[in-house]
């Protein structure tokens, strides 16, 4: 997410309060996370044509999420701004980029839901990715069949922060699959 990391960039190399920057990032997270969610849905070929209200309120609460989220990451720039004496410029870059990779991620996670919420009835398989720390909620779900919405409804959106598994989605690299054995989610 070049925006994010922009004006993240733009906020430590100036000595502008922080307003400026973190509307920026917030009008970015805003346009981001309704392009990935509505891409999801268009690529799920949905029978209906209009997102369902239900798909709209939780897209909301979640921009209203990460919009907080972007609080929090400004008050942790304002710190690290005063850092960078001691630090220098490369960690700051180093800090930025994995803030920018987050989010890239996430955005994975929005298009994913999106592709959920396209074809809720779609009958999708857990699988468990290749990792070696594998949480409770992962491992009972997998092979696990369901429609796309009991995954929605539970919460059990693999890859995506904040899941309802036990890992929270973080690191996760378990999948949903269709019943032709293609990979859904992510």
């Known amino acids: 997410m070049e925006t ?3 004006a993240m960039s733009s906020y430590l190399e100036s000595e502008q309060p922080i ?5 920026e990032v917030r009008r ?13 849905w268009a690529d799920a070929s949905p029978s ?9 309120a939780w ?9 907080g989220f972007a609080d929090t990451l400004f008050q942790d720039l304002k710190q690290l701004r005063k850092d960078m004496e001691t630090e220098g410029s490369e960690y700051a870059e180093g800090w930025i980029a994995a803030r920018a990779e987050g989010y890239t991620g996430t955005l994975d996670a929005i298009f994913a839901e999106g592709k959920l919420w396209g074809d809720k009835e ?3 398989t857990w699988r468990e990715g290749p990792t070696s720390d594998k949480c409770e909620t992962c491992v009972w779900l997998d ?22 598994t036990d890992c929270h989605g973080y690191n996760c690299l378990c999948f949903l699959e ?9």
């Open 4 to 6: 994010l990391a922009g």
């Open 19 to 23: 307003t400026s920057f973190r509307n």
């Open 28 to 40: 970015a997270v805003n346009d981001a996370f309704t392009m990935a969610f509505y891409a999801g």
């Open 48 to 56: 209906v044509e209009e997102v369902p209200e239900d798909a709209i």
């Open 59 to 67: 897209l909301t609460g979640r921009i209203e999420e990460e919009i």
């Open 122 to 124: 779609q009958f999708l």
């Open 143 to 164: 092979g696990q069949r369901h429609p796309a919405s009991w995954f929605i409804e539970n919460g059990y959106i693999p890859q995506s922060p904040g899941s309802e």
């Open 178 to 186: 269709n019943d032709d054995g293609d990979q859904i989610v992510p």
